[in-house]
């Protein structure tokens, strides 16, 4: 039984820290411009996609790896400088609109030139399972919650600690007064996506060794990774990352203990129920009266 409820966990617990990731990007956009932004999960996407295909190529791990997080991050920017930017001041709808746009043109372009086929990814480091009081952990699940932690922890430093991030919280609490403070606050928003799409597609990365990838598997994942979001408190870092793995978990205990055919709607029941009780998620994000 605690075998049982180990292996759940831990596979809760990975899934959990890629929606963490998506979550932690989604936060990111939402508190330098109120935008939400559904291409996250295309960015999650291409990351996986094109680990696969620059380590395809012969190059060696880390520059691939490495390739797989910037092509991402520059397409986040061209997202934002050529649909987000122009429309400046637009109803939140309305930028909600462009960015699920944005990301069919993603997936349709990753779709024509990678193909449709699933790929797969070997693992960082062997695929010899640890066992763990009778439950197996892959040592790419290591890699997943290992990474993911030292991103939360690096971008608490750099919100807290640096120039940059202090600007751009500023900007998230208020846009005005950060702009007459002289913070560049059109920068703020180009970096937020820079970084927001960096950060899906490191979770695609790590991801992918697990569960395969395909041009379409962004859909669920930036879905999933927005509920984490929502759940936490939109706009509350801390809270995407318990967001994160609450739904990764409750995700695998559901698909393990009740049957898989509901794996896909637990995340949404969930997001149903934290939202009657408790609106504003659980750490309650910023509120906003923009609707």
Known sequence: MLAQFLQFLFSGITVGATYALAALGFTLIY?????????????????????????????????????????????????????????????????????????????GLTAVIFGKGTHSMPAF????????????????????????????????????????????????????AAELVGINTSWVLFMSFAMSAALGALGGILITPITLTSYDVGIMLGLKGFVAAVVGGL?????????????????????GYI???YKDAIPFVLILFILFFMPRGLFGGKSTDRV
């Open 125 to 176: 480091s062997g695929d010899a399972p640890i066992e763990v009081l009778g439950a197996t952990l892959l040592p790419q699940s290591l890699w997943v919650l290992g990474v993911t932690a030292l991103v939360v922890v690096a971008l608490w430093y750099f919100f807290n600690r640096t120039l940059q991030g202090k600007a751009m919280l500023a900007t998230s609490y208020n846009r005005l």
């Open 259 to 261: 049957s898989s055919a």
């Open 235 to 255: 706009g509350n870092g801390l809270g995407a990352v318990v967001g994160g793995l609450l739904v990764g978990i409750l995700e695998a205990m559901g698909a």
């Open 31 to 107: 508190n330098a411009s109120n935008v939400i932004n559904f291409a996250q999960g295309e960015f999650i996407m291409l990351g996986g996609m094109l680990a696969v295909f620059f380590t395809q190529m012969g190059l060696p791990l880390p520059v691939a790896l490495l390739l797989a997080i910037v092509v991402p991050a520059i397409v986040g920017v061209l997202v934002e400088k050529l649909a987000i930017e122009p429309v400046k001041g637009a109803e939140t709808v309305t930028l909600i609109i462009i960015t699920i746009g944005a990301s069919l043109v993603i997936r």
